[in-house]
């Protein structure tokens, strides 16, 4: 009778297990399996079409689906006041690029470039800069490997106004040498499309009650509200002053032949004291928007 009991015991045993291997596969079948390609294009996320977190498959499959607009945002490394990092124009082109790739569902997205063209202000300490002729090289061969694996639009989003002559350059030389590209902005928009973004800056500041010259061109109020939405631990809060807030278009040639140092002692034009995490947010919000808009193609 033991041995009997024992063989029962051992069947029993046998269609449990079965059983227990049936219903594992029912509820797999339910349950939707990871990718194994989890940066494929056709994802909404844009976490997943950031270029340096890709591999090179997963590239050229995004490509082959359609992904042929890559964004390059460019920042720079200099002063921006006694309150704000050095970084600041790279954490702006960062945010801003991260904003527009969500709006723009056929784009990927390269690393930022953290050196541009910043001579101007040459005076103050911690500078990094690069002649024009430099970034003028390094925009367009970076160009030019993007469309030999496929790129046709390529958007140069820079935070930094000192980066529009070498951009400039850059595009003219790539309408000659890479004639199937399509750039923004173009030589024809330049102007045209960077006037529309800065008065969506300006409606909300001015729905706010900030006067343009508070928001500024340099470490103002604008660039101030937008780091305390990005990296408020960054932001020296007590050192946060006035700088110049005058005229800027008055002051714009001494600022081209002389640099800041001269005008403004503390690297500022605009007032940061009105600064607010939430205007910073709307700020970069609303420049993405204007960017999506302008795009011609």
Not at 31 to 42: I, L, M
Not at 66 to 71: K, L, N, Y
Not at 72 to 80: K, S
Request: with cysteine; net charge negative.
């Amino acid at each position: 009778m033991g041995d009997v009991a024992c063989e029962d015991a051992k069947r029993r045993g046998r269609e449990d297990a079965k059983e227990d291997a049936k219903t594992r596969r029912h509820e797999d079948a339910k349950t939707p399996r990871a990718s194994a390609h989890p940066h494929v294009f056709g994802s909404s996320h844009p976490a997943q079409r950031r270029l340096a977190e890709m591999t090179w498959p997963e590239v050229a499959e995004a490509v082959a689906a359609g992904a042929t607009t890559v964004i390059l945002p460019l920042g720079a490394t200099e002063q921006h006041g006694p309150h704000l990092p050095l970084g600041t124009d790279t954490f702006r082109a960062t945010a801003l690029a991260e904003r527009l790739l969500a709006l723009l569902p056929d784009a990927l997205l390269a690393p930022t470039l953290p050196i541009g063209c910043s001579d101007e202000h040459t005076g103050f300490a911690g500078l990094l800069s690069l002649n024009t002729d430099t970034l003028v090289c390094i925009v367009v061969d970076c160009a030019r490997r993007m469309a030999a694996w496929g790129v046709q639009r390529l958007v140069l989003l820079s935070a930094h106004g000192g980066n529009t002559d070498a951009l400039a350059l850059a595009v003219e030389r790539l309408h000659h040498e890479v004639p199937t590209l399509r750039i923004w902005p173009s030589l024809a928009t330049l102007q045209r499309d960077g006037d529309s973004i800065n008065a969506a800056r300006l409606r909300i500041a001015r729905t706010d009650g900030i006067a343009p010259e508070a928001v500024g061109i340099h470490a103002g109020e604008g660039e101030t509200s937008e780091m305390l939405h990005l990296r408020p631990d960054l932001v020296r809060q007590a050192q946060r002053q006035p700088g110049y807030c005058g005229d800027i278009t008055a002051i714009m040639p001494r600022l081209r032949t002389a640099g800041l140092r001269p005008v403004t002692p503390s690297g500022v034009l605009g007032d940061p004291t009105a600064a607010d995490a939430a205007r910073g947010a709307r700020y970069l919000d609303a420049d993405a928007a204007a960017i999506a808009a302008v795009l011609d193609w």
